[in-house]
């Protein structure tokens, strides 16, 4: 497993919600929701894990309701306890399964329905449940979202380096930033 994903099932839920990103390269805000609901093979790929079905590219409520579900997760980053995503559990309610596979965990989370919706919310509410949503954070300058990995908790920027894969290295600007701001004064 990378050390920079998320523990588990939130890998899908950050790869989900970093479909809409700032690219560095042109800093102007794009949404690949999309195209990747056209395209199950590339969702597929993007968001492995995450069904695609019974989504229909041809309905913009499918698209809509995923959107509304990313902007949800997305303003509900960092939080103990996300409430604004009890609503959506409501209405796409899950059940608890006892897997017969001893290597699994204990108690599961199920979506009621099939497909998308369900099971990002299941993997959320896995990871509230677990103590690790909270370290699922949006960097303040880029947007990427990303896992706090440290120690303490107080990550704050996507990276710390230029090229990385996981954000442009906003750590690293915003000190610059800082520095320069410093020195003029």
Not at 37 to 64: I, S
Not at 148 to 170: E, L, V
Request: charged letters at 30%.
């Amino acid at each position: 497993m990378d050390e920079k994903a998320a523990p588990g099932g939130l890998e899908q839920v950050r790869a989900f919600v970093n479909t809409w990103l700032v690219p560095n390269d042109t800093r102007v805000p794009e949404d690949r929701l999309p195209e990747l609901v056209a395209d199950p093979a590339r969702w597929r790929a993007e968001l492995p894990g995450v069904p695609p079905d019974p989504l229909d590219p041809g309905d913009p409520g499918d698209l809509g309701e995923l959107v509304r579900l990313r902007e949800a997760l997305r303003r509900s980053l960092g939080l103990e306890r996300p409430v604004e995503l009890d609503g959506w559990l409501r209405r796409h309610p899950l059940r608890a399964e006892i897997p017969a596979d001893p290597d699994a965990p204990p108690l599961a989370l199920r979506p009621e329905t099939a497909g998308p919706i369900g099971h990002i919310l299941a993997l959320a509410a896995e990871a509230i449940r677990a103590g690790q949503w909270a370290r699922l954070k949006a960097c303040p300058d880029c947007k990427w979202v990303f896992y706090d990995h440290s120690r303490n908790g107080g990550r704050r920027w996507c990276a710390m380096t230029a090229g990385s894969p996981y954000g442009r290295g906003c750590g690293s600007i915003a000190k610059v930033r800082s520095y320069r701001e410093r020195k003029r004064v």
